[in-house]
C-alpha cells in the first residue's frame, strides 16, 4: 500500500491511498486538533476492493504508519468512514485568460 501526501496545512494533511501503482483507492483527511487528538475522515473509492470487514485493519495501518503518537485504543484517535466514488475535479474557470464570464 502507497500513501502520498496531496497537500499539507499547519493543521491538516490529505493523503491518497494506492494498493495499485497508479490507482486510487481512497483519500485520508487529518486534522490536527489543539488538544493533541487526530480526527480523521477515511473516503473508501467503490472500486477499491476494502470490504467492510477489512475497515479496522485498514485503519490500524493508518494509525501505525502515519500517527504513532496518537492511536485508537488510546481515543486519542478518531476516524469517519465514507465510501463512495469519485464524481470529478472541478474549479472555476473565472479569471482565466480568454474566459468570457
Known amino acids: 500500500m ?13 493523503f491518497l491511498v494506492q494498493k495499485k501503482e497508479g490507482q486510487d483507492s481512497a483519500a485520508i483527511d487529518l486534522h490536527y486538533l489543539a488538544d493533541g487528538h487526530v480526527a480523521g475522515t477515511v473516503f473508501l473509492f467503490e472500486h477499491a476492493g476494502i470490504e467492510d470487514a477489512e475497515v479496522p485493519e485498514f485503519l490500524h495501518h493508518i494509525d501505525e504508519v502515519l500517527l504513532p503518537w496518537v492511536s485508537l485504543e488510546d481515543r486519542t484517535l478518531t476516524f469517519t468512514v465514507v465510501r463512495g466514488h469519485v464524481v470529478g475535479d472541478f474549479q472555476s474557470d473565472k479569471g482565466k485568460s480568454g474566459a468570457g464570464g
Do not use: C, G
Not at 502507497?2 to 490529505?14: D, N, Q, V, Y
Open 2 to 14: 502507497k500513501l502520498i501526501r496531496t497537500f499539507r496545512t499547519m493543521t491538516s494533511e490529505r
